[in-house]
């Protein structure tokens, strides 16, 4: 016999719900003298002796209290028949994960839906699911000024849970926020994310947004998250103010807009997550030697990001290092080739991903800073050293130069650009193009290169100097290169495979021995001056010598209509070399570490 023990009557209950659920124990003795009904009988209603129920015209009219009561009892009858359904039998466990499961989309900070709390309807399926999740702390951490009813709500049904409190950009101030706000602030112990407006830490008076003064004013000790949403304004960029008391000893992801951290700031010994940018015509400022002190304080960092950032040199008796057993992801933006090649210089790891993008700066006729140091200013275990790709990109329509590589494990990206006002003094790109090429092949350590890549990409301009002399340099510092890739793709060349080929067949002066003895593939895409007799003597030139290719594969003008290589000239090709096709493939490199 099913009962209704599980479930909290209401203080209110008819005769109908006493005869199904039984006697309480004050009505114990006379149990046997009252009729009870079971889950039999309810299933079965012609054992229902109800007034005007078999007897239509029955002169017991029911009052409005028996109509009431039978409410009442029609309502707890709904709630036991949820129990024998198979979603009831979900332990409160289980049914706050899978709340927790539908909220994972809502911790955005950014969409307006934060706060809101939209899986709340999915809760209203039965009563006992519904108060599973007012009960539970842990669904109750967003907060938002969006919502400030549901989030003063939120705030007492969090009890003790860690709180996410978010102003977006566009807030809008009032009594209720201003509340809200005061109420956090209480709660700052508990406060363990934090999203607000830049313009909050930094107004256009250079203070600090007095609606925010009473929620950093405490220590926030379980603090792990604090970034700011960019919001254009007026003024300069400014250092980060003191907040917390600089008391947040587990911080680990940092991320503001136009604020420069200072030592003082903010509790920064367990940051995991570094990024910080000034503006575009207002860029912050800091020296080398002030980013190392911070540096120095960030032991477990993995990710650092900058960007906008003057840069000014270190002081000429600091030669300091950082090293960061930690570092995934530097990331240094719209700075001098030189400094960014210093900061590269000074911090090492084991091994990490890279993106730079640098102005390139002449130091002597022939030679760029491209925001790497050489590879004789290098720790031995610095990731540079362990370079296996490499691919040098000139950017259609832009005055610079994307270089693309890769280590065993991580890749790298440098843009190195020239500014308006250094293409006078410099030259433009088409000018210096072959000079550019050659600083990047004399930074780069290529011990280790397995792969490389040129592409050129110009539509109207010429490209010079690419001699034969220069891809010489270039092989002699490649002597484990497997594969070699050449992309031109302009109206009119000059001839800058036929420069290649004539350097893969030049020996090395000090060894008398052909160069890169370990090249295995050779792909050309979009030459229109290629030469099959040159290619043709570059293969039997090296399988004479001993070092044989493996494989041709180009996609020329030349053989645009064809499909087949054996309908060309290139099967002669395959005397001196296993497969040659029409199929170049494309240079792939690791993928990046997550960096959001």
């Known amino acids: 016999m099913a009962t209704m023990a599980c479930v909290s009557p209401e203080p209110t209950r008819s005769r109908l719900v006493d005869r199904i659920v039984g006697p309480d124990d004050s009505e114990s003795m006379n149990a046997e003298a009252n009729s009870r009904v079971s889950l039999a009988g309810l299933l079965d209603?012609?054992?229902?002796?109800?007034?005007?129920?078999?007897?239509?015209?029955?002169?017991q009219r029911p009052s409005s209290d028996t109509i009431g009561?039978?409410?009442?009892s029609l309502a707890l009858l709904s709630r036991y028949r949820n129990t024998l359904q198979p979603f009831h039998r979900l332990s409160s466990d289980v049914l706050v994960l899978i709340f927790l499961e539908l909220q994972r989309d809502e911790w955005n900070p950014v969409p307006q839906s934060f706060g809101a709390y939209k899986y709340l309807p999915v809760t209203k399926v039965c009563h006992s699911w519904r108060q599973v999740a007012l009960n539970a702390p842990i669904l109750w951490r967003q907060l938002s000024t969006r919502y400030p009813d549901m989030a003063m709500a939120a705030i007492e049904r969090s009890l003790d849970a860690g709180l996410c409190f978010v102003i977006p950009q566009n807030y809008q101030e009032g009594d209720k926020v201003a509340a809200l706000i005061k109420a956090v602030a209480a709660q700052t112990r508990r406060l363990q994310r934090l999203y607000i407006p830049s313009t909050m830490l930094k107004s256009s008076d250079g203070n600090i947004d007095p609606a925010l003064t009473p929620l950093i004013e405490a220590p926030a000790p379980i603090l792990e998250i604090l970034e700011t949403f960019k919001v254009h304004g007026e003024g300069d960029c400014r250092p980060l103010p003191v907040l917390f008391k600089g008391e947040a000893p587990c911080l680990s992801r940092?991320?503001?807009?136009?604020?420069?951290p200072q030592l003082n700031s903010i509790s920064v010994s367990k940051l995991k997550y570094l990024s910080f940018s000034g503006k575009k015509r207002a860029p912050l400022s800091m020296t080398v030697s002030q980013l190392l002190d911070l540096l120095e304080r960030c032991?477990?960092?993995?990710?650092?990001?900058?960007?906008?950032v003057s840069w000014q040199a270190a002081q000429d008796d600091d030669k300091r290092k950082v090293r960061l057993e930690h570092l995934k992801y530097l990331e240094l933006g719209r700075a001098n080739g030189s400094v960014i090649s210093d900061i590269v210089g000074r911090i090492t790891a084991p091994d990490y991903a890279m993106k730079l993008k640098v102005w390139l700066e002449r130091y002597d006729d022939n030679k760029f800073y491209i925001g790497i140091p050489s590879e004789h200013l290098l720790e031995f275990d610095h990731p540079l050293r362990d370079l296996r790709k490499l691919f040098v990109d000139y950017i259609n329509g832009y005055e610079g130069v994307a270089i693309r590589g890769a280590t065993s494990k991580f890749p790298i990206e440098i843009h190195a650009l020239l500014e308006d006002t250094t293409v006078a003094n410099v030259g433009d790109m088409d000018s210096i193009a072959a000079s550019v090429f050659q600083s990047i092949c004399r930074t780069f350590d290529t011990e280790h290169l397995e792969e490389f890549a040129i592409y050129e990409m110009r539509t109207h301009a010429r490209w010079t100097n690419f001699t034969k002399k220069v891809w010489v340099e270039l092989f002699k510092r490649t002597p484990r290169l497997k594969s070699l890739y050449v992309t031109t793709d302009i109206s009119y060349d000059e001839g800058l495979s036929r420069a290649v080929l004539a350097a893969l067949v030049a020996p090395d002066e000090r060894t008398t021995r052909i160069l890169c003895p370990t090249l295995e593939n050779l792909f050309v895409n979009g030459d229109k001056?290629?030469?099959s007799l040159q290619a043709y003597v570059m293969a039997e030139e090296r399988a004479r010598a001993g070092h044989p290719l493996k494989r041709v594969s180009m996609r020329l003008s030349h053989y645009a209509s064809f499909h087949d290589p054996d309908d060309t000239d290139l099967p002669l090709l395959r005397k001196h070399v296993e497969t040659v096709d029409l199929n170049p493939p494309e240079i792939s490199f690791p993928d990046y570490p997550d960096t959001n």
């Open 299 to 308: 032991p477990l960092l993995e990710i650092f990001k900058t960007e906008k």
């Open 45 to 59: 209603p012609r054992t229902w002796n109800l007034p005007g129920w078999n007897d239509s015209h029955s002169s």
């Open 69 to 72: 009561q039978l409410d009442s």
């Open 254 to 260: 940092l991320r503001v807009q136009y604020l420069c």
């Open 529 to 531: 001056t290629w030469s």
